[in-house]
């Protein structure tokens, strides 16, 4: 598996600009809004748990957003909730100023495992999209072809998921997403299971895709320097059940480059605030951790 790699800054892509009408993000109308929701599940032991409780936070068009918190607070619930894969029980949930009912249209879900199908080769799987959208067979496969391009894996359209590398796999994971041109783009923690530097280059990656598209972006990380490296606005949440904590800004310019920005003082300025509003999460989620040990 040796073709080289092509650059994939923005000046690669020059089709890769903000929509028509978009404009700066502190501006731009509500993407998706959450007003007070809280969602319970059913336990097996016909128990009740309350994964969110009086949640409420708005992604405006165009906007990154990272969302942290401790272990298995409720975050990747609230993307369950936004992409209408959970409905809420208690408040209310809007994207693009409608009621979440069912799936919106136009959003990409960007999951912790791919969803990369093992007999279809690389350029298959990124043509799928557009195969189920209508396209003809060669118009999905020539757009495909352009993505697998601009994700940075030319040469490999032929290869099959077990011939890659495991931030291969996500390249491939990531043109399956962003072919579809979401507005709204769900991410639950998709770069976890990479090492450090491909963890980077993937962000790197994404920040370069993303720019101009005009597209919402909800990212789910435990990483915080991941979170603020991405993001326009971190959101913190609570020890379970999550509700928001705090809504930190992220004031540092675009574009970026993750390895070079963590080493700003600004971005360290950010880091200190983010992690002062969790410490005390992570401490209660670990303190009732222990009470069930012991």
């Known amino acids: 598996m040796s073709p080289t790699t092509p650059p994939y800054g923005p000046e690669s892509f020059p089709h890769n600009r903000l929509p028509e009408g978009v404009i700066s993000v502190a501006e731009a109308p509500p993407a998706i809004e959450l007003r007070g929701v809280t969602k319970r599940f059913q336990t097996r032991d016909g128990g009740g748990h309350t994964a969110t409780r009086d949640m409420s936070f708005t992604v405006r068009q165009g906007e990154f957003v990272s969302v942290v918190g401790p272990t298995g607070c409720g975050k990747s619930t609230s993307l369950s909730l936004i992409s209408g894969l959970a409905a809420a029980g208690e408040g209310e949930v809007f994207v693009q100023s409608r009621p979440v009912t069912g799936i919106p249209d136009r959003l990409g879900y960007m999951f912790q495992q791919d969803a990369v199908l093992p007999w279809r080769t690389v350029l ?77 280059h993937m962000q790197d990656l994404l920040l370069d895709l993303w720019s101009g598209t005009g597209a919402a972006v909800v990212f789910v990380t435990h990483d915080l320097t991941e979170a603020i490296a991405l993001a326009d606005t971190v959101v913190v949440m609570t020890a379970a059940p999550a509700t928001v904590k705090d809504v930190v800004r992220v004031d540092l310019e675009r574009p970026r480059r993750v390895e070079e920005i963590r080493l700003e003082e600004a971005f360290l300025d950010v880091y200190r605030r983010v992690w002062d509003s969790l410490r005390e999460e992570v401490e209660i989620t670990r303190s009732r951790g222990a009470a069930r040990v012991a």
């Open 124 to 200: 298959d799987n990124v043509a799928a999209g557009p195969r189920y959208r209508g396209a003809t067979k060669q118009a999905a496969r020539d757009q495909a072809k352009d993505w697998v391009a601009r994700v940075g894996l030319a040469g490999f359209e032929r290869y099959y998921p077990h011939q890659l590398s495991g931030g291969m796999r996500k390249r491939v994971a990531l043109a399956q997403t962003l072919i579809n041109e979401p507005s709204i783009l769900l991410m639950d923690e998709p770069f976890g299971a990479l090492d450090v530097q491909t963890r980077e």
